[in-house]
């Protein structure tokens, strides 16, 4: 038996999708922000970073949208390939 979705049905479930996509990258921002800070920020006797927490926080946001960005790439290539 072929059962499609209806119209209505379709729309519901891309809705939930998306709010549960906005959920996840909220979790990833806010899991990254707070690793960085733990790492990097040690001095908490001024208002601004000094040079090496500036540097610091930018490695550390570079490594983990890179990792995040090659474990993407190869979701999708295993996607691609039905595997998934």
Same mark, same amino acid.
């Given at each position: 038996m072929d059962r499609r979705l209806s119209k209505k049905e379709e729309? &519901?479930?891309v809705n939930e999708l998306n709010k549960l996509q906005m959920i996840e990258m909220v979790d990833t921002s806010v899991n990254l922000t707070n690793k960085c800070f733990q790492s990097c920020i040690t001095n908490f006797r001024? &208002?601004?970073l000094d040079d090496e927490e500036q540097l610091c926080v930018y490695k550390c946001v570079e490594k983990n949208m890179f990792f995040t960005s090659a474990l993407n790439n190869h979701f999708m290539k295993l996607s691609?390939?039905?595997?998934?």
């Open positions: 729309e &519901r479930i001024i &208002r601004k691609n390939e039905g595997m998934f």
